[in-house]
């Protein structure tokens, strides 16, 4: 079993559409979640960093932490072509010293 | 902030060739950054964990002699692909976060290898 699980999708969505993208987790000693977003060829980019549990909204994201269900969320409302890319989510245990643990990505298509 | 640059951005070389990569973190310091390879439509696979001023940490399965990394300074890191071969062909990504920071990383911006 893998430590963190992602859906790889792809998703596709229409423009203006809610998009959920989740994963899951085996270990309970993560404490610091984030979301990335990638387009082709790039290098990631944080989108949200949330520690421990709990809601973080950022604009048109909102990143949602359940510790207890080892469960984490990242909604974007109202979506636009622009945000077709692939979302990693990563995970650590605390620290910049800490490697991250990362999902294997989800791939959106969110078309005019 | 938190910006990690990447030098160079895309380079070819002959198969038997050395190549560097560097990795600069530009407005915040770092004691540890990581080296990622991606291959296309995979996720990243963490190669090393570079630490300022000691031995780096190359995880398994990674030959430690062929991906030579230097952290020389809080803001520098580098990676050097010795003797490279056309299955080195990859993007490289780096990763650093700030030592005044939480457990948050920043990515630069990758460097695309191309072996011939």
């Known amino acids: 079993q893998k430590e963190v699980e992602q859906d790889p999708g792809p998703l596709s969505v229409p423009e203006g559409a809610i998009v959920s993208l989740n994963c899951t987790y085996s270990n309970s000693a993560f404490q610091y979640f984030m979301w990335y977003r990638q387009y082709s060829r790039k290098g990631p980019e944080l989108l949200m960093y949330?520690?421990?549990?709990g809601n973080k909204e950022d604009g048109r994201f909102t990143a949602q932490v359940d510790k207890s269900s080892k469960y984490i969320s990242l909604f974007i409302r109202d979506s636009q072509p622009s945000d077709s890319a692939t979302y990693l989510c990563a995970m650590t245990y605390g620290g910049a010293t800490n490697k991250l643990i990362f999902g294997t990505g989800t791939l959106l298509a969110v078309q005019p | 902030g938190a910006v990690v640059s990447q030098h160079p951005s895309w380079v070819i070389c002959k198969s038997g060739t050395s190549v560097k990569i560097e990795c600069r973190s530009l407005?915040?310091?770092?004691?540890?950054m990581f080296w990622y390879r991606q291959f296309p439509k995979q996720s990243l696979m963490l190669m090393a964990t570079s630490n300022e001023g000691s031995k780096a940490t190359h995880e398994q399965g990674v030959e430690k002699d062929k991906f030579l990394i230097n952290h020389a300074s809080l803001t520098l890191s580098t990676l050097t692909v010795t003797s490279a071969h056309p299955e080195d062909s990859s993007f490289y990504i780096c990763?650093?976060?700030?030592?005044?920071?939480?457990?948050?990383?920043?990515f630069g911006p990758g460097t695309r290898l191309t072996v011939l």
């Open positions: 990763s650093a976060g700030s030592i005044t920071g939480g457990g948050e990383q920043f």
């Open positions: 407005d915040f310091q770092a004691t540890t």
């Open positions: 949330t520690y421990s549990s």
